[in-house]
Every structure is written in structure tokens, then in C-alpha cells.
């Protein structure tokens, strides 16, 4: 189950809330993922603790994992690629409650086009002392737009956000010298000066990162 730390809004932890209800489990339910014996791992009588040093857990693969952003918003091209980071917003446990990953663990990733739209790829955990896991998991695909054109207000549109650095030489295109927040990756101008050339407003794709990148588990998620 999810032992929740912080604040999403109210679906996000409606979802949280209700976890082990029965309509849900099926999405989100990590009852499962309690300490199992591997065949190839047996115990020994004269090994101490081995009821702990003999296990490996285990999540299993359609679990979803709640992510949260240091940012409001990401904004990048439709076709752009960035490398982000992202951490885990609840304690994740098993049906024991024991910690299997947890609260602010780091997930990172990439945000990728994908459809019509953009989502998150994780690739690796990275626990606070410093271990890493390999993690096979994504989020649903963001289609949401945001219209960027001259004449609007960049405060608007820049408040509270992390920029792709493809969306940032938009925007900088558009609107000039413009103070830009944190911007992602390191793209220059340069590669998009013909594509914006006389071009007046560009749709960026607009992530919530707080809803829109929780990762559902592509595979099992085998844990030391």
C-alpha cells in the first residue's frame, strides 16, 4: 500500500485513499508484492537471519508507482527528448507493510515523444544511499497543448515551469530576451532557427508532472 506523505489533488488521492478497495486493486494493488523466496535462493539452517537475507521482494509488473516534480509544469516540443528526474511521492509497501521503496526515492528518465503527445520512461531507481535498480515502467501519454504565440503574456505561460531546452529557444524566438525558469537539456537555437522562421505561435505539449507521470510497472520490479 502507499503510506502518502504528500498533497496531490483530490482524484490523485482519492486513488491513494481507496487502494485496497476491490474496483481498484487490480491497477494499484501491491498486496503481492510480499517477500518471496526465489527457487534458486535456499535457506540455510546455520546462516543468521536468514528469514531477512534469503528473500527478495517483489512488485509486480501493472503497479502503479505515484511520481511528483519539483516544478508545476513541463513544456516541451512534440518532438523533443529530455532527461529528468522525478521521485517517488509515497512510501511504497507490502501488504506487511514493509518498506519497499521509499518516500523520495529518485526515479530517473526520460520525457519522450510518444503518440500524439509525450510521456515519462523511467529507467532507474536511485535509492538515498546511493544504489541504484534498474525499473521497467511509463507513464500514459500527455496530450495536453499550450498555445505560445506573440502578444501573450510570457509570465503566463512560464510560471512555475520546467522547459525543455527545445521549447525554450521557442520561446526565447518568440518573445525575445525573456527571463526563462529551469530549463531541461541543452539544445541550442540554432537546430530550430528555420523551423520557427516566420512563425508566430507554436502548441507546446503541457505535462502536470504532479498527475500526468505517475509510471505503471511494464515488468516485474525485483527488489534486493
Same mark, same amino acid.
Given at each position: ?9 483530490? +482524484?490523485?488521492? $482519492? ?5 485496497? #478497495?476491490? $474496483? ?15 527457487? /534458486? ?8 537471519? !536468514? ?5 527478495s521482494?517483489? &512488485?509486480?509488473?501493472? #503497479?502503479?508507482?505515484?511520481?511528483? %516534480?519539483?516544478?508545476? *509544469? &513541463? =513544456? ?8 529528468? /528526474? $522525478? ?15 521509499? %518516500? ?5 528518465? &526520460? ?24 525499473? !521497467? ?5 500527455? +496530450?495536453?497543448?499550450? /498555445?505560445? *504565440? ?11 515551469a ?21 530549463v ?15 512563425r ?6 503541457? &505535462?502536470?508532472?504532479? !498527475?500526468?507521470?505517475?509510471? /505503471?510497472?511494464?515488468?516485474? =520490479?525485483v527488489?534486493?
Open positions: 500500500m502507499f503510506d502518502v506523505k504528500y498533497s496531490k489533488p483530490a +482524484t490523485s488521492l $482519492l486513488m491513494i485513499l481507496t487502494i485496497g #478497495t476491490a $474496483l481498484i486493486a487490480p491497477m494499484v494493488n501491491i498486496t503481492s508484492a510480499s517477500a518471496q523466496l526465489f527457487p /534458486t535462493q535456499r535457506r540455510s539452517p546455520s546462516s543468521p537471519n !536468514n528469514n531477512n537475507d534469503y528473500r521482494r517483489i &512488485i509486480p509488473a501493472g #503497479t502503479v508507482l505515484p511520481l511528483e %516534480y519539483e516544478q508545476e *509544469k &513541463i =513544456l516541451v516540443t512534440e518532438d523533443e527528448t529530455v532527461d529528468i /528526474t $522525478l521521485t517517488v511521492a509515497a512510501n511504497i509497501r507490502d501488504r506487511n507493510r514493509n518498506t519497499l521503496i521509499p %518516500y523520495g526515492t529518485l526515479v530517473v528518465g &526520460i520525457i519522450e515523444p510518444a503518440g500524439n503527445g509525450s510521456r515519462f520512461v523511467a529507467e532507474e531507481l536511485v535509492f538515498s544511499d546511493g544504489t541504484t535498480q534498474f525499473i !521497467n515502467a511509463s507513464s500514459n501519454i500527455v +496530450t495536453r497543448r499550450e /498555445t505560445v *504565440k506573440r502578444g501573450t503574456e510570457a509570465g503566463d505561460i512560464l510560471k512555475g520546467a522547459i525543455g531546452a527545445a521549447a525554450a529557444s521557442i520561446i526565447s524566438a518568440i518573445f525575445g530576451d525573456v527571463d526563462l525558469p529551469k531541461l537539456g541543452g539544445a541550442g537555437l540554432g537546430a530550430l532557427a528555420g523551423w520557427l522562421l516566420g508566430e505561435s507554436v502548441e507546446l505539449v503541457s &505535462i502536470d508532472p504532479n !498527475n500526468d507521470l505517475d509510471i /505503471t510497472l511494464q515488468s516485474d =520490479l527488489l534486493p
